[in-house]
């Protein structure tokens, strides 16, 4: 019984690809992944919509069901390999490689959208030192007739609709729109509320914001440009820092008159929406999308851990960091919102949205009425680039690393690397910041997203548990941190983690509806479009297993030969000296050279190498596992 030896690399062919300079950095990097801009204006509006305080019991559930198995699964397995996401599938399950791949476009799909979210967050806070907030005022540059400075004195009849004059001359009622709700569209966005008309037309590019996005941009890329090196040392502001003003935003809030009804508005439960499955599926794509599983950037970080870190325990603080974060950013934002209602005398449904209009409309005007507004403005606006900057760090860094990962000659070039992709990235989201460019950006989201990340990690759980097997995956665990995972952990990973998934999976396919932007519809090319793009995601999967299939065929092989581990992937657990990564620093020149740098698992070949001196208990628990692992 024998394996194929991997291929040994000299120090001169690739650079190292280092390490975190503590387990801190690691934490606090993960910590600013998961907790990011959802946090802050997507968990408490679906709070409140969606029953209240009665909607903690389903997140909860889905938290401890999928959400922190899946998270530590995911980081151990990233610790384990020692690469990336690409490189960690190719290893794993050559097969599966489309899987990596899948995950690093879903990254890059959303880290050129979510730039342009941060370059708003820019936007704002450079206004935030103007002598008067120009949200607070209807100032007559842009507004027109229909906008209004909320204040006591506007009474029912002021909210009457008004005429409002189109290009052909012809009066047509329009609802009155708030200083901040016309300050975002008209300044901000030069909103076109024609919609989507002509393929190719999306207005011209607004280049204040243009500017503020390549700003973004270059902050992104002053902080990666190093790895981990110049990210580790970052995050230790980018991280904590927020937390510093959302406990100050806090006690600043819990002092305001009415806060405590808008509180209340938050966590007074209403248990007959428990009977509701979109509840349930709202909880459940909340856990999802918060903890940022199956994007990859999870399994990316752990990958910078050393072999025998504490996973299973920074796993679990980061997990539930998250969760309370969304918690205390929820009573921060409807304290205030609470505060605004009760001096306007309106409920507080009248000044509560969703999405980016809650920051960018809603709270910034809540913030308008306080004393000292500038000051209140210029802390919250800095705090949201901060939490968009971690998790830019992430999707982008992906990015990267997979480059590096499928190339390590070019680590030496690192930050040359980066700065074209980060170029790239640049002009690739400006047509998100053209007059029609929230519509590009909505399409992203629903379809580049939010469809494809389910799909993937329902791919990864059965590839991961059911392929590979949980008693393999313990075995690995074991050999990182000394134990197996608890019976617990076995009963989500091999059960509800892969059926909760494929519930809200169906759940989703279900209640599936074209989606519009408000009341303006898509035309049909638009949603052509949008599934081009997730299946530019999700495509990856089969394609790839079909690749390493026909490979597999080619070399007379066994066909379930494409569903075995690799001689790397077990090397890793015998303490080889090996640097884990591609055999081969030079790009293939087809497809069957590619899959021949793949070091299956052969019975014909020469023995592995012999294991390096370690712990004892590291040789005791991994020695006798790859004897059988070979069999």
């Not at 097969?95 to 476009?105: F, K, R």
């Not at 390590?408 to 990235?425: F, H, I, M, Q, Y």
């Not at 995972?485 to 519930?503: G, H, Q």
Request: glycine share 8%.
């Amino acid at each position: 019984m024998s394996t194929l030896k991997p291929p040994i690399k000299k120090q001169s062919e690739t650079e190292e690809r280092g390490h975190w300079g503590s387990r801190l950095e690691f934490i606090l990097s993960c910590i600013g992944f998961s907790v990011g801009l959802g946090n802050v204006w997507r968990f408490p509006f679906l709070a409140y919509k969606n029953g209240g305080g009665a909607f903690l019991i389903p997140y909860i559930i889905i938290l401890v069901l999928v959400g922190k198995p899946m998270y530590l699964m995911e980081a151990a397995i990233g610790q384990f390999a020692q690469v990336g996401p690409v490189a960690m599938w190719k290893d794993l399950i050559p097969g599966s490689i489309g899987i990596g791949i899948a995950m690093t476009m879903i990254s890059l799909i959303v880290a050129i959208y979510y730039n342009v979210i941060m370059a708003y967050c820019l936007f704002y806070l450079f206004n935030s030192f103007r002598a008067v907030l120009p949200w607070a005022t209807c100032d007559s540059k842009w507004a027109d007739a229909r906008c209004y400075v909320r204040t006591s004195e506007i009474t029912a009849e002021d909210l009457e609709g008004t005429c409002v004059l189109d290009e052909l001359g012809s009066c047509t009622e329009s609802l009155p729109q708030t200083s901040s709700e016309q300050y975002w569209e008209k300044v901000v966005l030069d909103f076109d509320h024609n919609g989507l008309e002509r393929f190719g037309d999306l207005g011209e590019i607004k280049l204040d914001l243009a500017f503020c996005l390549l700003l973004s941009w270059i902050i992104v890329y002053i902080c990666v440009q190093k790895g981990v090196k110049s990210t580790g040392k970052v995050v230790y502001f980018t991280a904590t820092f927020p937390y510093i003003i959302l406990l100050i935003l806090l006690i600043q809030g819990l002092t305001l008159e009415g806060s405590i009804q808008g509180i209340q508005f938050l966590f007074v439960p209403d248990w007959s929406k428990l009977k509701e499955l979109d509840v349930w599926r709202a909880a459940a794509g909340q856990v999802f999308f918060s903890l940022g599983i199956s994007w990859g950037g999870i399994m990316m970080f752990g990958s910078y851990n050393h072999f025998n870190a504490s996973v299973h325990i920074d796993a679990h603080i980061i997990s539930i960091t998250d969760f309370l974060t969304s918690l205390i950013a929820s009573i921060v934002i409807f304290s205030t919102l609470g505060h605004t209602a009760y001096t306007l005398g309106v409920p507080i449904e009248a000044v509560a949205k969703g999405g980016q209009g809650l920051a960018f409309v809603a709270y910034p005007q809540a913030l308008s009425m306080l004393p000292a507004p500038h000051v209140w403005s210029f802390i919250f606006f800095f705090m949201l680039f901060l939490l968009g900057l971690d998790s830019e760090f992430a999707l982008f860094e992906t990015v990267v690393v997979t480059v590096l990962d499928v190339h390590p000659s070019l680590r030496r070039n690192k930050e040359l690397v980066t700065g074209v992709l980060s170029t790239a990235c640049f002009l690739l989201g400006l047509p998100c910041i053209c007059q029609k460019g929230q519509y590009v950006l909505d399409l992203m989201d629903t379809y580049g997203a939010s469809l494809s990340v389910i799909v993937i990690a329902v791919f990864e759980m059965m590839t991961v548990m059911w392929i590979y097997g949980f008693k393999r995956f313990g075995e690995d665990f074991k050999c990182m941190v000394g134990f197996k995972p608890s019976l617990y952990f076995k009963v989500c990973w091999i059960f509800c983690c892969p059926f909760i998934l494929m519930v809200i999976f169906l759940a989703s396919c279900l209640a599936w509806k074209r989606p519009t932007y408000g009341d303006i519809t898509y035309p049909d090319w638009a949603h052509y479009l949008g599934w081009i793009l997730a299946l530019s995601s999700i495509i990856q999967i089969p394609l790839w297993f079909l690749f390493a299939l026909i490979h597999q065929i080619k070399k007379g092989k066994k066909i379930v030969s494409v569903c075995n581990t690799t001689n790397e992937w077990i090397a890793r657990r015998q303490g080889s000296d090996e640097k884990p990564g591609f055999s081969s620093t030079t790009k293939p020149k087809n497809i069957d050279m590619y899959f021949e740098q793949m070091s299956y698992v052969n019975h014909d070949m020469a023995p592995t190498p012999p294991p390096l001196p370690l712990p004892s208990y590291w040789v005791e628990d991994c020695s006798d596992n790859n004897e059988r692992f070979n069999k």
